[in-house]
Structure formats: C-alpha cells, structure tokens
C-alpha cells in the first residue's frame, strides 16, 4: 500500500483529512500483490467493498437517517482519491464508486417511502449497484439515448443496450436513464428520458451481460448490457417521467 506524502493537504477541511487518515487505514491492509492478482484474475475486490461497508463508508455522501454518514461530495472525492493512491489504481475506486455517486439523484428525488426501500442495503453493502447511461450507438450525447422504457399498467418493459457499464456482473441493483417518449415527439432535447432504480437480475428473462476485455484495471468487470422485454416495478421511476435528464445530473455532475 503507497501513500503519497507528497500530496498537497493545506487546502483541506479537518473532516477531509480525517477521511483521508480512516481511508488509509483500511487500504493498507490490502497491498500491491493483491491488486496485482486480482488484476490478473479479474476477480472484484469483495474484501475491500465488505471493509468500506462495515465502516459507514459506502454511505459517506447519504443521508444520515438512512445509515450514512451525511457528509459532501467533496469528503467522498477524498475517499476514492486516497482508495486510488494506495495502490489500487481507478479499479479500487470504481469498486464503490456507482455506489457513491451514481445515489445521489436516489438520495435527494425518490420519495421518503423509496428511499427507504433502496438505499439502506446499498450503504451497509448487501447489494451493489451500477450505472446503466452509456449506449454504443451515442457516445457522450446522453440526450440522444434510444433504450426504451414502455409503460405498461404497473410496469415498465425495458428495451435497448448500454455499454461499458462496470461492476455489472456483481451488481444487483442499476440506476438507469431509460427513454420514455420517442425523441421526434419531445418539445425539447433534455425531455423525454427517466430515470430508474431497478433490481439488476439475470436470473429474470430479458436481461444479458457480455463482458468486455480490457488491457488493464481488469479488477473490475466492463460489461455490454442488453435489455430484451426486460420487465421492472413501476415504483422504480425516481421522480417523474421525462425529468431523468435533470435527475441525473445530480450524480453525473457529482462522478464528474
């Protein structure tokens, strides 16, 4: 486990280092021989998330009533920045970071009676969630996403394919941005998308992983993710429909 002491740490609030010092702690129990082996073997980093999880940390930047620890952005930005130093490269970080960023829209737009439903077990580490944004066919251009999610009485029938969507073959839950209305019928660019918290299930017909190869960083999974008549809750939706683009902002501005 290396830590740089040569980091800058006089801009930084007393709560920050102190993240940084509980953060270093738990990295140092995990040295560069097992990132080597679990980067040769491709195998996700368990001991880590259990280790994060048993200390509150998942949960740093969520709500204290729900078992987090109701701190910033700016203290969970610590956290992965010192997970990344010691050793662990990005693939340390990527193994939580979906849980860190990719709630905040959960956190601040579910309704009381949905957060209390999805977030709990997400903080304390029985489940593990991914972000499903990406998509082969449109890059970077979010607003032009084509995954469709078609309303069906009480559910919703997902239907398209995301790419490079990491930590999905441990996920159990996905934060997705899914399209609501047709594109050619929406008034304007940012409208017509959702955004859901949906059970992440391949035991359930309609959902596939293909994982991707990667040349490095290979700790945590990238995957393909294709949707076929996948059937989710109607009570996934976070906030409501067509706001998604807005909604997830608030976890994308925050990973950025």
């Not at 949707?227 to 009570?235: E, K, R, T």
Request: one cysteine or more.
């Amino acid at each position: 486990m290396r830590v740089n002491t040569l980091m800058e740490t006089s801009g930084f609030s007393d709560m920050q280092l102190e993240v940084r010092e509980a953060i270093s702690k738990i990295c140092s129990k995990y040295p560069d021989e097992y990132w080597a082996n679990h980067d040769e073997s491709g195998e996700y980093p368990h001991e880590l998330h259990a280790d994060l999880a048993k200390g509150g940390w998942i949960g740093i930047a969520l709500p204290e009533e729900l078992g987090g620890s109701g701190l910033g952005i700016s203290e969970a930005t610590m956290m992965l920045h010192t997970i990344s130093e010691s050793g662990a490269g990005m693939a340390g970080a990527q193994s939580i970071h979906a849980n860190v960023y990719a709630t905040q829209p959960v956190a601040k737009f579910a309704t009381p009676i949905q957060r209390q439903r999805m977030l709990p077990k997400l903080i304390d580490g029985t489940w593990r969630a991914c972000f499903g944004v990406t998509e082969p066919s449109t890059g970077l251009e979010t607003l032009k996403l084509k995954t469709r999610a078609v309303r069906s009485s009480n559910t919703y029938k997902i239907i398209g394919q995301k790419v490079w969507i990491s930590s999905a073959q441990v996920a159990t839950k996905m934060v997705l941005l899914a399209r609501t209305t047709p594109i050619e019928e929406v008034s304007k660019p940012n409208e017509g998308l959702s955004l859901f918290f949906i059970d992440f299930d391949l035991k359930k017909p309609g959902l596939e992983l293909r994982k991707i190869k990667k040349m490095g960083g290979r700790a945590i999974d990238a995957n393909e993710v294709f949707f076929d008549n996948y059937i989710i809750d109607g009570d996934s939706l976070i906030g409501k429909e067509g706001q998604g683009f807005k909604i997830v902002l608030h976890g994308m501005n925050a990973e950025r």
